[in-house]
């Protein structure tokens, strides 16, 4: 089988030892992309570039030419003039002060978005379910209640070189605090990522813990992403990892493949399915535009060598809040061979509360996916609660369903005249109970 294109030049440049990340100190911006410090979202517009089709080059490549701003963003999807989701003109600010708001919302949360998972973008308009993932947006700097930098308690389950103990069972690695892509709703976008080393291959005291902790059977690689580590950093994580007699199991939580399909290397699929440990492959897609033929293909790479592919989203306002949009992800999911595993209620981390959906509205539209799907292909709606062992299904309750039964009881019986009855008049005014009728022999 022909490897894709890109992916020969791919596979040697892997090998370098350099460890990417999205910090502008850390890798290069590519020529056509704004230097750090040069212009910003308030200066002067970047012209748009036409670009009939991406360039196919390495991983590390698309990482260091990726967009950092959203000027130029906008530039390159046509969209100079601003407007807020939905096309409408801003009501109580003018075209600067919007812009300031965006500015303030990079500043706190760079923009970061490979030129690949651009192309899969919808020129022209400000409500493409993609850019509405990474376009900073004025509702950013809105204050919401209850919207806290640190909505699933990760600081208080800190440990040792980065690692989270919050899963009975599993131990959660921050293997690095760089990423592909800035996703705006990001519940780690204010993770102290310098305070724990992630960026400097400090993991000996994390591995050391784990092996101190013989109930620990899974560890979970996060981050950031663990696959913004180049082949060889990464295979030195995982064998230092399977040489830990009681973990069994391996779990690698990712988004590069969607953003940046050719990180699937060849190095990188042997690494995972060449060692010990049972490894699962999560990646996170929220809208079925994400999933084009260059995705299926490094992902298909994984599932043909044993490992198993499942999806994370998340319920997302202006993405995914509807039930066709959910049905068709679904089935490109299981056409493909990956398992919807989880849809998530959004974090709720600051910044983000624009994106937010109610429960309410999430539970009626995983009901409607369940009359349009076979039941491996819905995934389970939960939600993440600070300081709890596991995730939360979110479900009606039974106090619900108890307390709608007992409403519609009470609406049927309410015109009927009830009448106190003793407990001696009940004895003889109840019918005495009938003998069944006789039982069948079983036949033979």
Same mark, same amino acid.
């Given at each position: 089988?022909?490897?894709?294109?890109?992916?020969?030049?791919?596979?040697?440049?892997?090998?370098r030892?350099?460890?990417?990340?999205?910090d502008?100190?850390l890798?290069?911006t590519?020529?056509e &992309?704004?230097?750090?410090?040069?212009?910003?979202?308030?200066?002067?517009?970047v #012209?748009?570039?036409?670009?009939p089709?991406?360039?196919?080059?390495?991983?590390?490549?698309?990482?260091r030419?990726?967009?950092?701003?959203?000027? =130029? %963003?906008?530039?390159?999807?046509?969209?100079?003039?601003?407007?807020t989701?939905?096309?409408?003109?801003?009501?109580?600010?003018?075209v600067?002060?919007a812009? !300031?708001?965006?500015?303030?919302? #990079?500043?706190?949360f760079?923009?970061?978005?490979?030129?690949?998972?651009?192309?899969?973008?919808?020129?022209?308009?400000?409500?493409?379910?993609?850019l509405r993932?990474v376009?900073?947006?004025?509702?950013?700097?809105?204050?919401?209640?209850?919207?806290v930098?640190d909505?699933v308690?990760d600081?208080?389950?800190?440990?040792?070189?980065?690692? %989270?103990?919050?899963?009975?069972?599993?131990? %959660?690695?921050?293997?690095?605090? /760089?990423?592909?892509?800035h996703?705006?709703?990001?519940f780690?976008? #204010?993770?102290?990522y310098?305070?724990? *080393?992630?960026?400097d291959?400090?993991?000996? /005291? /994390?591995i050391?813990? +784990?092996?101190?902790?013989? #109930? +620990?059977?899974e560890?979970?690689?996060?981050?950031?992403?663990?696959?913004?580590?180049?082949?060889?950093?990464?295979?030195?994580?995982?064998e230092? +990892? &399977?040489?830990? *007699?009681?973990?069994?199991?391996?779990?690698?939580?990712?988004r590069?493949?969607?953003? +940046?399909p050719?990180?699937?290397?060849?190095r990188?699929v042997d690494v995972?399915?060449?060692?010990?440990l049972?490894?699962?492959?999560v990646?996170?897609?929220?809208h079925?535009?994400?999933?084009?033929?260059?995705v299926?293909?490094?992902?298909?790479?994984?599932i043909d060598?044993?490992?198993?592919?499942l !999806?994370?989203?998340?319920?997302?306002?202006?993405?995914?809040?509807?039930?066709?949009?959910?049905?068709?992800?679904?089935?490109?999911?299981i056409d493909?061979?990956i398992?919807?595993?989880?849809?998530h209620q959004?974090?709720?981390?600051?910044?983000?509360?624009?994106f937010e959906?109610?429960?309410r509205?999430g539970?009626r539209?995983?009901?409607?996916?369940?009359?349009?799907?076979p039941?491996? &292909?819905?995934p389970?709606?939960v939600?993440?609660?600070a300081? =709890?062992?596991?995730?939360?299904p979110?479900?009606?309750?039974?106090?619900?369903?108890?307390?709608t039964?007992q409403?519609?009881?009470?609406?049927?019986?309410?015109?009927?005249?009830?009448?106190?009855?003793?407990?001696?008049e009940?004895?003889?005014?109840?019918?005495p109970?009938?003998?069944?009728?006789?039982?069948?022999p079983p /036949? !033979?």
């Amino acid at each position: 089988m022909s490897q894709p294109i890109g992916q020969k030049q791919n596979d040697t440049l892997a090998k370098r030892g350099e460890i990417l990340a999205t910090d502008v100190r850390l890798v290069p911006t590519g020529p056509e &992309a704004k230097r750090p410090g040069e212009g910003s979202d308030t200066g002067p517009a970047v #012209e748009p570039v036409v670009e009939p089709a991406v360039e196919p080059v390495d991983w590390q490549t698309a990482m260091r030419r990726a967009i950092r701003s959203g000027a =130029e %963003l906008r530039a390159r999807l046509g969209l100079e003039r601003y407007e807020t989701p939905g096309g409408s003109e801003p009501h109580d600010r003018d075209v600067h002060d919007a812009r !300031n708001d965006r500015s303030a919302g #990079e500043r706190a949360f760079p923009t970061f978005v490979p030129l690949e998972f651009l192309a899969r973008m919808r020129p022209g308009d400000p409500d493409d379910p993609l850019l509405r993932q990474v376009m900073a947006t004025p509702e950013e700097s809105a204050d919401a209640a209850g919207f806290v930098s640190d909505p699933v308690g990760d600081r208080d389950a800190l440990g040792a070189g980065g690692l %989270l103990h919050k899963y009975a069972g599993r131990s %959660l690695l921050i293997s690095t605090g /760089a990423c592909g892509v800035h996703c705006r709703y990001c519940f780690r976008r #204010e993770f102290p990522y310098r305070e724990v *080393g992630s960026r400097d291959r400090r993991w000996r /005291a /994390a591995i050391d813990e +784990i092996a101190r902790r013989p #109930e +620990i059977e899974e560890v979970l690689l996060s981050g950031g992403d663990p696959l913004t580590l180049v082949d060889d950093v990464f295979a030195e994580l995982v064998e230092a +990892i &399977a040489t830990i *007699g009681h973990v069994r199991r391996l779990r690698v939580h990712t988004r590069m493949p969607v953003v +940046i399909p050719q990180r699937v290397t060849s190095r990188l699929v042997d690494v995972l399915a060449g060692n010990r440990l049972a490894v699962w492959f999560v990646i996170h897609v929220n809208h079925p535009n994400e999933l084009d033929a260059s995705v299926m293909d490094s992902l298909s790479r994984l599932i043909d060598r044993g490992i198993p592919v499942l !999806n994370q989203a998340v319920l997302l306002r202006g993405v995914n809040d509807d039930v066709e949009t959910l049905i068709a992800l679904s089935r490109r999911l299981i056409d493909h061979r990956i398992t919807p595993y989880y849809l998530h209620q959004l974090d709720r981390v600051r910044g983000a509360a624009h994106f937010e959906v109610s429960e309410r509205e999430g539970l009626r539209l995983v009901r409607a996916m369940r009359e349009a799907l076979p039941g491996y &292909a819905v995934p389970k709606y939960v939600r993440e609660t600070a300081g =709890e062992r596991s995730k939360s299904p979110i479900e009606q309750s039974t106090t619900e369903q108890s307390t709608t039964e007992q409403s519609t009881t009470e609406q049927s019986t309410a015109a009927l005249p009830t009448t106190e009855v003793s407990p001696a008049e009940q004895c003889l005014t109840e019918p005495p109970s009938r003998p069944g009728p006789p039982r069948r022999p079983p /036949a !033979n």
